[in-house]
């Protein structure tokens, strides 16, 4: 029995871009938008991309940190704080949740093969993840939130949960490929709304989309 394709939960927003697809971890994904020098030249001006192929699991419950330890997954030690080990990203929402996303398809345990356990909760994750970089990002970030993201952002492993142009998100900046970026996720139903507003911004601004492959070559 063939498996469902699944589709970006902002490919419907990304249809009057026009941007090469492909197929990353089951889901239908927008690999680029432009050839790399125009990509480039956005991404150190302003860009969006679209990372929500990648596999991610809520993990919950008072015995969550140690059932993930027992696993081998390397855990941030206190609340609101993120680690990246061997290309999977495990942010601590609370002492006892955890998001967990894998940025490769070689990680093991796989987010898929996580399960409940006593104590333990598991939670499937449907989110709509993005990218944001650039030089411009600080007027961006001004026009979209009330804090200041750069400056709350910008102690090593913090993540910050608050409201993005009306829509609640979790963000944290991390430095890749030598570039700083802004992960963001979100709830995908909220994804095309936000994948709009951004882009309207930062297209105004003299930036633009790109693709997972700007990012991510080999995935």
């Not at 419950?61 to 495990?90: F, H, I, K, M």
């Not at 002492?95 to 499937?124: C, M, R, Y």
């Not at 570039?179 to 709009?196: A, N, Q, S, V």
Request: charge should be negative.
């Amino acid at each position: 029995m063939k498996s469902t394709l699944l589709k970006s939960p902002i490919a419907f927003a990304q249809l009057s871009q026009a941007p090469q697809m492909e197929v990353v971890n089951g889901m239908l994904t927008a690999v680029r938008f432009a050839d790399k020098a125009i990509e480039s030249q956005r991404a150190h001006k302003l860009a969006i991309c679209d990372t929500s192929a990648f596999q991610r699991v809520s993990i919950k419950g008072s015995q969550a940190a140690n059932y993930l330890q027992q696993l081998g997954v390397t855990l941030p030690e206190t609340a609101n704080q993120w680690q990246l080990t061997d290309e999977r990203l495990v942010m601590r929402l609370g002492n006892s949740e955890f998001l967990i996303e894998d940025q490769t398809q070689n990680v093991k345990p796989a987010v898929s093969e996580l399960s409940s356990a006593k104590g333990v909760h598991k939670v499937s994750r449907n989110d709509a993840a993005f990218i944001l970089t650039g030089n411009d990002i600080h007027p961006l970030f001004a026009e979209i939130c009330e804090i200041d993201l750069v400056a709350e952002l910008a102690t090593e492993n913090h993540l910050v949960m608050t409201v993005i142009a009306g829509v609640s998100a979790t963000l944290l900046s991390q430095t890749l490929n030598g570039e700083r970026i802004y992960r963001l996720w979100c709830d995908g139903t909220y994804g095309p709304y936000l994948w709009k507003t951004l882009l309207n911004i930062i297209e105004q601004a003299g930036g633009g989309a790109v693709g997972l492959h700007h990012f991510y070559p080999k995935i």
